[in-house]
């Protein structure tokens, strides 16, 4: 079982910046038994909830296109953090920003959340 503690979020004005932390329980980085894939997604009032950005175990990255340039997702195994740095915010990237760990034990495939952390851009 993973735990996930989002932390970070907040009001911020157009233009500025917020990096959230997600805390991960156990060394699931570094377990010779298992990957996992890190993950943040958002979900603003009204709609689905959408990826953000992604880090494999191997460290590979992608983002969706509304956050290219801006966002940038990283982690820290030794400490088992993800992170996402946020940049020049925009209204539009309000939203509850959630933590998401997809990990592979040995083949069997287990899905995690966080609980979220609020962002809120506005002037």
């Known amino acids: 079982q993973v735990q996930l503690v989002e932390s970070g979020g907040g009001l911020v004005q157009p233009g500025g910046s917020l990096r959230l932390s997600c805390a991960a329980s156990?060394?699931?980085?570094?377990?010779?038994?298992?990957?996992?894939?890190m993950a943040w997604y958002r979900q603003a009032p009204g709609k689905q909830r959408e990826l953000v950005a992604v880090?494999?175990?191997?460290?590979?990255?992608n983002y969706a296109d509304s956050v290219k340039g801006r966002f940038t997702i990283s982690k820290d195994n030794a400490k088992n953090m993800v992170y996402l740095q946020m940049n020049t915010l925009k209204p539009e990237d309000t939203a509850v920003y959630y933590c998401?760990?997809?990990?592979?034990?040995?083949?069997?495939?287990?899905?995690?959340w966080g609980q979220g952390t609020q962002v809120t851009v506005s002037s």
């Open positions: 998401n760990c997809q990990q592979n034990v040995l083949g069997s495939l287990y899905n995690y």
């Open positions: 156990g060394s699931i980085f570094s377990r010779a038994d298992s990957r996992a894939d």
């Open positions: 880090i494999t175990s191997g460290g590979s990255t």
